[in-house]
């Protein structure tokens, strides 16, 4: 029952242990349950701010105000939140760091792509705060009730 909630348990065959200092694995956004969902969305939504402004070239051609509505924009700044985790972590070799920036120029290139490719209407960043809050509130909604679904057997 917690896998409904939680999402899918790790995909590491069951006789591997996880060692006791490592990262958690990345996070495939689609099969997360509400309660991982709901963690994740706001850790996911801290991020981009941050790195938006870290990154002042990651404009609304890049990164629009309304990413957060798009699958394909919500796992690609998922991938890369996680690569720089992982790069940046105390079992990561000196070089990862140069590979996330490379990583960052590549996904990048994605994501202006991406978003020109969206055609969605929305302004740069006509989105506020309270429009996030109720497009989280509403995805994880539906994941409870795809989980009580799946519960149920239907």
């Known amino acids: 029952m917690t896998d409904l909630l939680d999402g899918p348990a790790s995909s590491a065959p069951a006789v591997r242990e996880k060692a006791p200092n490592a990262s958690p694995p990345p996070l495939h956004w689609p099969s997360l349950g509400p309660f991982v969902a709901e963690r994740a969305w706001v850790e996911l939504l801290t991020w981009v701010d941050e790195l938006r402004t870290r990154y002042r070239g990651l404009d609304s051609y890049v990164v629009p105000g309304c990413w957060y509505q798009h699958e394909a924009l919500?796992?690609?700044?998922?991938?890369?939140?996680?690569?720089?985790?992982?790069?940046?972590?105390?079992?990561?070799?000196?070089?990862?760091?140069?590979?996330?920036?490379?990583?960052?120029?590549?996904?990048?290139?994605?994501?202006?792509?991406?978003?020109?490719d969206l055609r969605c209407g929305h302004g740069p960043d006509d989105v506020s705060s309270e429009q996030v809050d109720q497009f989280v509130s509403r995805d994880i909604a539906r994941r409870r009730r795809r989980a009580a679904t799946v519960a149920l057997g239907q």
């Open 74 to 116: 919500v796992m690609t700044l998922q991938a890369l939140k996680d690569h720089e985790r992982l790069a940046y972590g105390s079992d990561a070799p000196a070089t990862a760091a140069t590979d996330w920036h490379r990583a960052l120029r590549d996904v990048t290139a994605m994501l202006r792509q991406f978003t020109s």
